[in-house]
C-alpha cells in the first residue's frame, strides 16, 4: 500500500485519512482505503465531526433518534448533544435524542428488541455511517426503520460516493471530489483485477487486514 496521507479541512480535527492500493469490501473493490478510526473513537476528533455533520440538520429538521452503523457512537453521541444545545434551534418537541445501534441477525438482518423499538416507532431517524460507498449497509438501516415504523429523515457520513439512497438524501463531510481519481467497482467488474493487480488488504468498518 502507498503511504497514509490526510485530506484536511479548515477544522484542524477534521481530515479524511487515506491510502490508495487496491482493497476488496464486501460489496466492491475500491483504489483508496478510507481509514476512520480515529474520528470515531478520538474524543476531539469525534466531537469536530458531529459539529460538522449538525450543520445539515441543525435549524431545519425534526430529529428523535439518531441509529449509528459503522461503530459511530461516539460521534452519535455529541452529534445528539449538539442538536439539543440550548444556543440552537431546536425542532424535537422532548429536547432529547435517542442513540441506538442495531443488533444483526445472523443473516445479517439489522434488528432491534421491543425495548428499543418505541424509540423507532413514530419517530424521525437519522441514520449515521463512517462511509456510504455502495450504499448496500444505509439502504440496510433505512429498511430496518421503516420495518419498524420509523420516518427516515436522512442519512449522514464521514464520507459518501452518492448524495442519495433510497430516497433518503446523504449528506457527508467528504465525497469523491476530495479524492479525484477514487474508483469503485463490483468485485467481478474491477478495472484493477482484470489489469492483474493483486489485492492488498480486506476492509470494512473495523479496519483493514493486509493480505499477502
Request: glycine share 6%; aromatic share 10%; proline share 3%.
Given at each position: 500500500?502507498?503511504?497514509?496521507?490526510?485530506?484536511?479541512?479548515?477544522?484542524?480535527?477534521?481530515?479524511?485519512?487515506?491510502?490508495?492500493?487496491?482493497?476488496?469490501?464486501?460489496?466492491?473493490?475500491?483504489?483508496?482505503?478510507?481509514?476512520?478510526?480515529?474520528?470515531?473513537?478520538?474524543?476531539?476528533?469525534?466531537?469536530?465531526v458531529a459539529?460538522?455533520?449538525?450543520?445539515?440538520?441543525?435549524?431545519?429538521?425534526?430529529?428523535?433518534?439518531?441509529?449509528?452503523?459503522?461503530?459511530?457512537?461516539?460521534?452519535?453521541?455529541?452529534?445528539?448533544?449538539?442538536?439539543?444545545?440550548?444556543?440552537?434551534?431546536?425542532?424535537?418537541?422532548?429536547?432529547?435524542?435517542?442513540?441506538?445501534?442495531?443488533?444483526?441477525?445472523?443473516?445479517?438482518?439489522?434488528?432491534?428488541?421491543?425495548?428499543?423499538?418505541?424509540?423507532?416507532?413514530?419517530k424521525h431517524?437519522?441514520?449515521?455511517?463512517?462511509?456510504?460507498?455502495?450504499?448496500?449497509?444505509?439502504?440496510?438501516?433505512?429498511?430496518?426503520?421503516?420495518?419498524?415504523?420509523?420516518?427516515?429523515?436522512?442519512?449522514?457520513?464521514?464520507?459518501?460516493?452518492?448524495?442519495?439512497?433510497?430516497?433518503?438524501?446523504?449528506?457527508?463531510?467528504?465525497?469523491?471530489?476530495?479524492?479525484?481519481?477514487?474508483?469503485?467497482?463490483?468485485?467481478?467488474?474491477?478495472?484493477?483485477?482484470?489489469?492483474?493487480?493483486?489485492?492488498?488488504?480486506?476492509?470494512?468498518?473495523?479496519?483493514?487486514?493486509?493480505?499477502?
Open positions: 500500500m502507498e503511504k497514509e496521507y490526510k485530506i484536511r479541512t479548515r477544522i484542524p480535527e477534521v481530515f479524511l485519512r487515506v491510502r490508495k492500493g487496491h482493497f476488496a469490501t464486501m460489496h466492491s473493490h475500491t483504489n483508496y482505503y478510507i481509514d476512520v478510526t480515529t474520528q470515531k473513537f478520538r474524543l476531539s476528533e469525534a466531537k469536530a459539529k460538522e455533520m449538525v450543520s445539515s440538520y441543525r435549524n431545519n429538521t425534526i430529529i428523535d433518534t439518531i441509529i449509528c452503523i459503522d461503530g459511530t457512537e461516539v460521534i452519535g453521541a455529541f452529534v445528539a448533544n449538539e442538536l439539543t444545545e440550548d444556543n440552537f434551534v431546536n425542532l424535537n418537541a422532548h429536547r432529547t435524542v435517542y442513540v441506538l445501534s442495531p443488533e444483526y441477525a445472523s443473516g445479517g438482518q439489522m434488528i432491534f428488541r421491543d425495548n428499543t423499538v418505541p424509540m423507532i416507532n413514530g431517524v437519522l441514520i449515521l455511517a463512517a462511509s456510504v460507498t455502495t450504499g448496500k449497509s444505509a439502504l440496510a438501516a433505512i429498511d430496518a426503520v421503516k420495518y419498524y415504523g420509523g420516518h427516515m429523515v436522512g442519512v449522514s457520513a464521514i464520507f459518501a460516493t452518492v448524495d442519495e439512497c433510497g430516497n433518503v438524501p446523504v449528506h457527508s463531510i467528504f465525497d469523491p471530489h476530495d479524492l479525484a481519481d477514487y474508483q469503485s467497482y463490483r468485485p467481478h467488474e474491477c478495472e484493477m483485477c482484470k489489469n492483474g493487480e493483486k489485492l492488498e488488504a480486506l476492509v470494512n468498518s473495523y479496519g483493514y487486514s493486509k493480505l499477502n
